[in-house]
């Protein structure tokens, strides 16, 4: 292993094949930056630093750069002329996804869809990670091992583009995303919106699954009772009134019982929790005896009515 | 049916441990399946971590308590219920199943050492001469799927026999039971079958015998002098669930004509399961209805659905055999009064089936 000097034009030229990782700014939008001397501040930083050859040595094996791309860019934007390398003797494919791994440094940090570009090279570098691989590669990848990482990133690849990207900008997890896959991918364009917050947009993806499986829906009827529940006032509402009726029809009718019974009596009642119990609460409170004796009597009228209210939880 | 041909598929290895390597129904199941590879381990942890799995039997001791209350449910009435495990595990493999998200990574296990589990139990039964002891080994497995391959529940009946307090119950989804045909002494031992429609046994329940396998198999078991008992557990809600469950209910009376004095207890369960169990599989059909969250965080049908399904199923058994005692497994308080009006030790014929046994 040596440190060399390698000159920027001909290190542009060796294989990139490594360069998977996202980057947040390109070589012209730091040279655009650079003109306009507007340069974010993290890259100014990196900038000098780069100046005063104060980074890690590129790592090359094989004429394939491995890591630091970022770099490269940076130093094609301020016309450096050349960069430090660290040229490697002969590596297997797995010890140069290692390295580019150790040196990116971002275990639990990586997107999906850079998953599925270091997924694919592995591919195209042939290799097929078995226990002991997964056991050194995952936690580089995922921060534990993950015996389940080769699956996970096959199923993202099948997922539809609109899916992977809801999954990509956080918006929905993996998991979710999983589990819904099959829908028309239609219905996931319709979720990106501010109007959920992420725990309610996978409720309501959740719950409507199970409704599309349940009432067989095909996939022009679903987008459009999709398109019902997301325009709504209130589509978590919705979905789950859809996706459980008869406790819907429950609350209604519990709900129906206290405006016909209760309204303006000062009194309440209240059945148990998903009505689930044979316990009916009733509450009142009063501020005299007059009142007292006013909710006595409504309490009493009230008698020959609450086996209507029993009926719901039998 | 070709036992060594069948249990021969199921298994590729049978790991034993030491100190049942010479035990009597280890013997047995080695002359069963003299084809499958053995060997001897020290203890359980010694099964390499590619056999655990449930293509490998692994024969050994039980470890701790040998007998069991049925763990029962929090917020739930439970039938107080005694348990043996000696079969743990199973391989037929019904998709409502709560060992699926738990036993995935396990061998079949058989504990083959029974002198201290049939001790143990006629210790409890005469400090209990009193009550009716219910003790069953079908709690972690199916009672009678490997029987055949070990002959195990035959000493047990056996043994159990003379105590007439003793309800040894076999609760099984196959018909397994003509190895145990020919024992001479059995007491109240009950063969149990867990039933189904036929659309339920052939969607959910794996490689389970059909339904009239099962009652033609009861039907045996009755008329060479066992006690039988059926459990409608787990009872789906479906469109068609009332007819079909009604239908199993004529065929046990009409076709099968199991009279009612042969019926030691049926018991009714609606589907209910814990959360992870949703999660670790494929989404089934089942799934779909609606449910709600139980005071033991198992998900429930609504309160309300219960009742109807329990009253129907248990008003078509009364019609066809009126003093049967019928009574639900895992219930709260609100649905026993909801089905039967009152709370079980308030029912004269069940009274005793739900009575604590001491010292357990």
Redesign the interface.
Same mark, same amino acid.
């Given at each position: 292993m040596e440190i060399k000097k390698i000159k920027l034009t001909d290190l542009l030229k060796l294989d990139s094949i490594f360069d998977i990782f996202d980057y947040q700014y390109s070589t012209t939008e730091i040279e655009k930056s650079l003109q306009k001397n507007s340069l974010p501040w993290e890259i100014t930083g990196i900038i000098t630093l780069v100046s005063k050859d104060l980074y890690p040595p590129i790592p090359v094996s094989n004429n394939i750069i491995i890591w630091g791309f970022t770099l490269l860019r940076l130093s094609k934007a301020i016309s450096k002329e050349y960069l430090l390398c660290r040229i490697l003797g002969e590596q297997t494919p797995v010890e140069m996804i290692t390295t580019a791994l150790s040196m990116e440094n971002r275990a639990g940090k990586y997107s999906m869809e850079e998953q599925a570009r270091l997924f694919k090279l592995m591919g195209n570098l042939k290799i097929q990670l078995d226990l002991k691989e997964t056991k050194k590669i995952t936690p580089l990848i995922t921060g534990h091992f993950d015996p389940n990482w080769t699956k996970r990133i096959q199923q993202y690849t099948k997922f539809s583009p609109p899916l992977k990207s809801l999954v990509d900008n956080n918006l929905i997890d993996y998991k979710t995303a999983l589990?819904v896959q099959d829908l028309p991918p239609e219905i996931f364009t319709l979720l990106d919106t501010d109007k959920l917050s992420f725990s309610e947009r996978r409720i309501v993806l959740n719950l409507f699954?199970?409704i599309v499986?349940?009432d067989k829906l095909e996939s022009s009827r679903a987008i459009e009772e999709f398109f019902s529940i997301i325009r709504s006032k209130n589509p978590l509402r919705v979905a789950k009134r859809k996706r459980?009726?008869?406790?819907s029809e429950?609350e209604e009718e519990y709900r129906a019982l206290k405006g016909k019974y209760l309204k303006g009596k000062g009194i309440e009642i209240e059945l148990p929790d998903?009505?689930?119990?044979?316990k009916i609460t009733a509450k009142f409170s009063f501020k005299s005896k007059e009142e007292f004796q006013t909710r006595i009597k409504e309490l009493e009228n009230l008698r020959d009515r609450i086996d209507e209210f029993f009926k719901?939880?039998? | 049916m070709n036992f060594s041909k069948f249990y021969a598929e199921q298994f590729d290895i049978v790991y034993i441990t030491e100190d049942v390597k010479n035990n009597r129904y280890t013997n047995f199941m080695k002359k069963i399946i003299p084809e499958v590879p053995k060997r001897i381990i020290k203890d359980k942890s010694s099964v390499p971590q590619e056999h655990l799995n449930s293509r490998t039997l692994l024969v050994s001791s039980p470890r701790g308590k040998t007998v069991n209350r049925c763990p029962g449910s929090r917020g739930h009435i439970c039938c107080n219920y005694l348990t043996v495990d000696l079969y743990v595990g199973c391989t037929i493999g019904c998709s409502y199943c709560i060992m699926q998200s738990y036993l995935n990574f396990s061998p079949i296990i058989v504990y083959v050492e029974v002198e201290s589990v049939i001790e143990r139990v006629l210790k409890i039964a005469r400090n209990n001469s009193n009550r009716q002891i219910r003790i069953g080994t079908g709690e972690v497995g199916d009672s009678l799927l490997y029987d055949p391959l070990f002959n195990i529940s035959r000493d047990l009946i056996e043994a159990f026999a003379e105590e007439k307090n003793i309800y040894f119950e076999l609760k099984t989804k196959t018909n397994f039971i003509d190895h145990l045909l020919t024992v001479e002494r059995k007491g109240n031992a009950v063969i149990g079958f867990s039933l189904n429609p036929p659309v339920i046994i052939q969607s959910e329940e794996g490689s389970a015998a059909g339904l009239y396998e099962r009652l033609e198999a009861a039907k045996r078991a009755s008329e060479a002098g066992y006690l039988i008992s059926f459990h409608f557990d787990p009872i789906f809600y479906y469109d068609t669930w009332e007819t079909d469950y009604k239908r199993i209910i004529d065929s046990i009376y009409h076709t099968y004509r199991i009279p009612e004095e042969t019926i030691a207890w049926i018991s009714m369960g609606t589907f209910r399961y814990p959360p992870d169990l949703k999660d670790k599989l494929p989404?089934r !059909?089942f799934?779909?209805e !609606?449910f709600?969250?139980?005071k033991d965080k198992k998900y429930r049908y609504?309160?309300?659905?219960r009742?109807r399904i329990y009253r129907s199923i248990k008003s078509y058994i009364k019609h066809y055999y009126p003093n049967l005692p019928i009574y639900m497994c895992m219930e709260?308080?609100?649905v026993w009064?909801?089905v039967f009006g009152k709370l079980p030790t308030e029912i004269p014929e069940i009274h005793d089936i739900f009575i604590h046994a001491e010292g357990v």
């Open positions: 589990k699954y199970e499986k349940r459980f009726p008869k406790l429950m998903h009505f689930e119990g044979d719901i939880l039998r | 989404l !059909e799934f779909l !609606e709600i969250p139980s609504i309160q309300k659905i009742s709260s308080d609100a009064h909801n």
